[in-house]
Nanobody, 125 residues
Framework: QVQLVESGGGLVHAGDSLRLSCAASGRSFSAYTMGWFRQAPGKEREFVATISWSGGTTYYADSVKDRFTISRDRTKNTVYLQMNSLKPEDTAVYYC??????????????????WGQGTQVTVSS
């Protein structure tokens, strides 16, 4: 079993930066592919970024590519999402997620097994 706890969300202005953190507890975290998804009001949960178990491979949604960076610190059991040049359309609840079945990157919600409770990110114009 893996528990995920996100932090770092908040209210910022367009163009600002935020760094989200996801602290993981439980066995075998270092072997899991990790990801970030987000869900805006009235919309489906959508893929944002993913990182392989080794940290050597990352993949991003087109909407955040070149603005967001996902990373992981296996010694701290923590995954990060650095978000730069934030836009109002980035406003959403951001969820950290882990896949026990995939060791490489995946953008499909169905491939993930564990989810955090989410952290709110609000970007004002």
């Amino acid at each position: 079993q893996v528990q995920l706890v996100e932090s770092g969300g908040g209210l910022v202005h367009a163009g600002d930066s935020l760094r989200l953190s996801c602290a993981a507890s439980g066995r075998s975290f270092s072997a899991y592919t990790m990801g970030w998804f987000r869900q805006a009001p009235g919309k489906e949960r959508e893929f944002v970024a993913t990182i392989s178990w080794s940290g050597g491979t990352t993949y991003y949604a087109d909407s955040v590519k070149d603005r967001f960076t996902i990373s992981r610190d296996r010694t701290k059991n923590t995954v990060y999402l650095q978000m730069n040049s934030l836009k109002p359309e980035d406003t959403a609840v951001y969820y950290c997620t882990a896949s026990a079945r995939y060791s490489t990157t995946t953008s499909h919600l169905r491939d993930y097994d564990y989810w955090g409770q989410g952290t709110q990110v609000t970007v004002s114009s």
